[in-house]
């Protein structure tokens, strides 16, 4: 889903409270260092945060296909 032409999981102010926990994670994360284990760390963490934008606009074209 995009409003004016960017994806809503790229406009922070539409993101949900779970996106918005994972991401603060990320950034508690990040400021421990640096190390590989925390960069897989943070990787991790943004496919976790990929995989909830894409539970949501899933959930979004449900609604809409049913209208």
Not at 10 to 20: D, E, G, I, S, V
Not at 22 to 39: K, M, R
């Amino acid at each position: 889903m995009t409003i004016d032409g960017i994806p809503c999981r790229c406009q922070m102010n539409l993101w949900t409270p779970a996106k918005t926990a994972i991401w603060q994670a990320i950034q508690a994360v990040e400021s421990v260092g640096a190390h590989p284990f925390l960069t897989e760390a943070v990787i991790l963490l943004g496919q976790a945060k990929d995989k909830v934008s894409d539970y949501i606009e899933q959930d979004e074209n449900l609604v809409k296909a049913s209208e």
